[in-house]
């Protein structure tokens, strides 16, 4: 599994800490290696427009940097690529959220484009891209949110309260899992939320 870094907020909590310690490969997004290296950490890719990344990291890790000018892209979206063309199908995305509210909306939304298993781990929770009906490990008591993105059909089981074909995103927000596993019924594609705490 690789892990992306973004350039978000950089994390705090223990989980996505120790994900980029023990990733076998980090892609950092070009803004997201400035804060990744002062750190004492050495990416195996810096990915983006190249933009955001210092002038002194630039020279310094040129040979790792992969430029891609496309502005039709944000920088989540061209680490995804370039992993996948790479080969990884599994990805944990870290510091997509935080700092400004509409890059975060934007980041999260992406997950649902990747076509692979793909996953935004944040402070407080994970991201998980879904599409039809799929079951979920949880806990019981765990805080789960389902952002609907054109689902047909959505009934829940194991959760505390029912589901329906809702069409705005907090109409999914603050529902509860029941037991160790919940599934949603559905056709069509949705967002989980499965927070920490």
Same mark, same amino acid.
């Given at each position: 599994?690789?892990?992306?870094? &973004?350039?978000?907020?950089?994390?705090?909590?223990?989980?996505?800490?120790?994900?980029?310690?023990?990733?076998?490969?980090?892609?950092?997004?070009?803004?997201?290696?400035?804060?990744?290296?002062?750190?004492?950490?050495?990416?195996?890719?810096?990915?983006?427009?190249?933009?955001?990344?210092?002038?002194?990291?630039?020279?310094?890790?040129?040979?790792?940097?992969?430029?891609?000018?496309?502005? *039709?892209?944000?920088?989540?979206?061209?680490?995804?690529?370039?992993?996948?063309?790479?080969?990884?199908?599994?990805?944990?995305? &870290?510091?997509?959220?935080?700092?400004?509210?509409?890059?975060?909306?934007?980041?999260?939304?992406?997950?649902? *484009?990747?076509?692979?298993?793909?996953?935004?781990?944040?402070?407080?929770?994970?991201?998980?891209?879904?599409?039809?009906?799929?079951?979920?490990?949880?806990?019981?008591?765990?805080?789960?949110?389902?952002?609907?993105?054109?689902?047909?059909?959505?009934?829940?089981?194991?959760?505390?309260?029912?589901?329906?074909?809702?069409?705005?995103?907090?109409?999914?927000?603050?529902? *509860?899992?029941?037991?160790? *596993?919940?599934?949603?019924?559905?056709?069509?594609?949705?967002? &989980?939320?499965?927070?920490?705490?």
């Amino acid at each position: 599994e690789a892990v992306i870094l &973004v350039n978000g907020e950089y994390p705090t909590c223990p989980v996505p800490l120790t994900m980029l310690e023990e990733a076998s490969f980090v892609a950092c997004c070009d803004g997201a290696a400035n804060e990744y290296i002062s750190r004492g950490h050495t990416p195996d890719v810096i990915v983006g427009d190249g933009d955001s990344l210092s002038t002194e990291y630039h020279k310094r890790f040129s040979p790792i940097i992969h430029q891609i000018p496309d502005q *039709e892209t944000n920088d989540q979206t061209k680490a995804v690529r370039y992993l996948q063309k790479r080969g990884f199908r599994r990805i944990a995305i &870290v510091g997509a959220t935080g700092k400004r509210e509409d890059h975060t909306l934007g980041n999260i939304s992406l997950l649902l *484009e990747s076509g692979m298993e793909v996953r935004t781990i944040t402070d407080y929770g994970v991201f998980v891209p879904a599409k039809d009906t799929q079951t979920f490990a949880a806990h019981p008591g765990q805080q789960i949110s389902i952002i609907n993105f054109g689902a047909k059909g959505l009934q829940g089981e194991g959760l505390v309260y029912p589901l329906s074909d809702f069409t705005n995103w907090w109409q999914g927000t603050l529902n *509860e899992a029941t037991s160790d *596993e919940f599934t949603i019924h559905c056709t069509g594609e949705y967002l &989980v939320f499965l927070a920490f705490m």
